[in-house]
């Protein structure tokens, strides 16, 4: 097969946007062969990429929001294949390839194809794979709770708007985190499971972290009652929180949460009041800019459980 042959994985609600259309009419022009397939319902991610896999293409493309890409790279991962993945963002908020510097345009985007790819870790939690982050809190269900309809008019500025009109809500919950030389519990406002440095439409929860370290970052936001109090004024008046939170870098964390803590994985809600997230080092290979804030210097080193 040509090495420059690749599969375009597309979410349904892209099908007639015109820049991907342009994009990979450019493309072809550049002699590159593409094959683009839809997604329409669940599941459909998974077949398509077994599917690419079985006809024997070694990159594929994901077009879509940070579902969608979490939905491809973690088919992808389960496949253990050598095969490549290029992203093209065409979501809301979009947060794993903005901190890694992605294009946002889809023509740019697939002049990824022609970077090396580097491995990347994914995270990994009962079974289900994770690209960006696992969140839970406040700004989890401001995530969940932000309308579609918001998201097309505002953007990702949809996910600000939201929160400051459910910051009545405003509550902690219980937690309990536990990892290799790692132990905090107590109430919490917001908290951060990372492989990518932000969620919810840009909010920076892991601003250190690495996509290639064969870590998790881990960002706490503690709920004294005076900082539930006088939070919406540190916000208002410009504030940074960032030295408020508790922050570790794990191969593993075990958490323990109470009712009220609501969790969820690339946007999408996760059950259970006891889980384990685990980093799994260099499971995908990724077309990243050169020079992308997600990636080292150093080799991945693999760290035991």
């Known amino acids: 097969m040509s090495e420059r042959k690749a599969m375009l994985i597309l979410h349904g609600k892209q099908a007639l946007n ?10 072809r022009e550049q002699g590159w062969e593409l094959a683009v397939r839809l997604t329409w319902e669940g599941g459909d991610a998974q077949r398509l990429v077994e599917e690419a896999l ?3 293409y070694t990159q594929l493309i994901a077009g879509g929001g940070d579902g969608t890409l979490r939905d491809i790279a973690e088919a992808m991962a389960k496949q253990s294949s050598d095969a490549s993945l290029v992203l093209m963002p065409l979501g809301t908020a979009n947060d794993f390839a903005r901190a ?10 697939l002049e990824l194809l022609d970077v090396p790819p580097r491995a990347i870790d994914l995270g990994e939690v009962g079974g289900q794979i994770f690209l960006n982050m696992a969140t839970g809190g406040f700004g989890s269900q401001v995530t969940a709770n932000t ?7 505002l953007g990702g500025a949809a996910y600000l708007f939201t929160g400051l009109t459910r910051f009545s809500e405003l509550h902690s919950a219980y937690g309990e985190l536990q ?5 905090w519990h107590g109430d919490l406002l917001a908290l951060g499971i990372g492989n990518g440095r932000q969620a919810g439409g840009g909010h920076a929860l892991c601003p250190d972290a690495l996509a290639d370290d064969g870590l998790l970052d881990i960002s706490i936001l503690p709920a004294p009652q005076e900082l539930v109090g006088t939070l919406r004024d540190l916000l208002t008046e410009g504030w940074g929180i960032s030295n408020m939170f508790v922050r570790a870098r794990l191969p593993w964390v075990e958490i323990k949460v109470a009712e009220g803590l609501d969790i969820n994985l690339d946007g999408e809600p996760l059950q259970g009041d006891s ?3 685990s980093a799994r080092p260099g499971a995908l290979r990724v077309h990243l800019p050169l020079g992308s804030p997600l990636l080292s210097d150093s080799p991945v080193l693999n760290h035991p459980d």
């Not at 990892?179 to 132990?183: A, I, R």
């Open 54 to 56: 079985a006809a024997g």
């Open 179 to 183: 990892g290799p030389d790692f132990h």
């Open 147 to 153: 309308s579609e309809d918001l998201k097309k008019i």
């Open 18 to 27: 015109e820049e991907v259309r342009a994009a990979v009419l450019a493309k």
């Open 100 to 109: 890694a510097g992605v294009p946002l345009e889809p023509e740019a985007a």
């Open 275 to 277: 889980l384990r997230f």
